[in-house]
């Protein structure tokens, strides 16, 4: 993997995150718990390259986001889309989703992330917010999405580093 800057980047980040997905991988004692994600955001905030991403309050992802400081967005060729649906079908609390995808991970960063990625954001989280009811401007969100009340955190992070393969 080689370090550039996000502004290289020459994919279409909304379509790598939307279409494509990517792993959201947060450490898990010594090992990490990778997450499947398609909502999320990339920009600027606070005069910083940031994300966004979503957690629904039920993840065992969420309280991983919560313990620690930086997380990893990785983004796969179409050939890992079978690891990604085992990630985000299956809950890190009953499956070492690591071991059932073959998926590498590395653990040179602040984040753990995947030696199998073609890109990898390292984010530090810098704010959290809960995705409240009451925050709707349309009323057909909180059914389409929300009917079991199982609302989404969002995670404001800065990007502080961007890998890709070499």
């Given at each position: 993997?080689?370090?550039?800057?996000?502004?290289?980047v020459?994919?279409?980040?909304?379509?790598?995150?939307?279409?494509?997905?990517?792993?959201?991988?947060?450490?898990?004692?010594?090992?990490?718990?990778?997450?499947?994600?398609?909502?999320?955001?990339?920009?600027?905030?606070?005069?910083?390259?940031?994300?966004?991403?979503?957690?629904?309050?039920?993840?065992?992802?969420?309280?991983?986001?919560?313990?620690?400081?930086?997380?990893?967005?990785?983004?796969?060729?179409?050939?890992?889309?079978?690891?990604?649906?085992?990630?985000?079908?299956?809950?890190?609390?009953?499956?070492?989703?690591?071991k059932?995808?073959?998926?590498?991970?590395?653990?040179?960063?602040?984040?753990?992330?995947?030696?199998?990625?073609?890109?990898?954001?390292?984010?530090?989280?810098?704010?959290?917010?809960?995705?409240?009811?009451?925050?709707?401007?349309?009323?057909?969100?909180?059914?389409?999405?929300?009917?079991?009340?199982?609302?989404?955190?969002?995670?404001?992070?800065?990007?502080?580093?961007?890998l890709?393969?070499?």
């Amino acid at each position: 993997m080689k370090e550039i800057n996000i502004r290289d980047v020459k994919e279409n980040v909304v379509k790598l995150l939307a279409d494509n997905w990517a792993l959201l991988t947060a450490k898990d004692g010594e090992g990490c718990n990778p997450m499947t994600v398609s909502w999320g955001g990339i920009g600027a905030l606070w005069g910083k390259d940031a994300a966004t991403v979503y957690v629904r309050e039920s993840r065992y992802t969420k309280t991983l986001m919560d313990n620690e400081t930086h997380f990893s967005l990785c983004f796969f060729s179409e050939a890992h889309k079978d690891s990604l649906k085992i990630c985000g079908a299956k809950s890190g609390r009953d499956y070492d989703k690591v071991k059932e995808t073959g998926l590498t991970p590395v653990y040179d960063e602040k984040a753990p992330y995947f030696k199998e990625a073609e890109l990898v954001l390292i984010c530090r989280k810098r704010a959290v917010q809960l995705l409240d009811e009451s925050s709707f401007l349309d009323d057909e969100i909180m059914p389409k999405w929300y009917s079991d009340h199982d609302m989404h955190y969002i995670y404001f992070s800065e990007i502080e580093k961007v890998l890709i393969s070499d």
